[in-house]
Nanobody
């Protein structure tokens, strides 16, 4: 069964850095779009960044200039390098992988906690 799994979360002080990874398992399909979303307590899930299979990138305004998304297509892995972290970045981060075609996938990870506090 095709699924995605995140890794790399944790706790860091403001101004620190973390790197998240997400890999697709169970198949060799190249995902059309891979990305990261986050959900803070009491808030709706929001987009952080996405990247297409040919390198098209989209960032939320709140993370532009601080976060960098990248992917390794042969490994079906997406990365999120987070620098200059702020307390408001604290959230559960979810990986999403979408494949448009046959077969079609819309996969979500279980989520990984990122906590930014002094």
């Amino acid at each position: 069964q095709v699924h995605v799994m995140e890794s790399g979360g944790g706790s860091v002080q403001p101004g620190g850095s973390l790197r998240l990874s997400c890999t697709t398992f169970g198949g060799t399909f190249i995902m059309s779009v891979m990305g990261w979303y986050r959900q803070a307590p009491g808030k709706q899930r929001e987009l952080v960044a996405t990247i297409t299979s040919n390198g098209g990138i989209n960032y939320a305004d709140s993370v532009k200039g601080r976060f960098t998304i990248s992917r390794d297509n042969p490994k079906n892995t997406v990365y999120l390098q987070m620098n200059s972290l702020k307390p408001e970045d604290t959230a559960v981060y979810y990986c999403n992988a979408v494949r448009i075609g046959i077969p079609t996938f819309d996969l979500w990870g279980e989520g990984i906690q990122v906590t930014v506090s002094p």
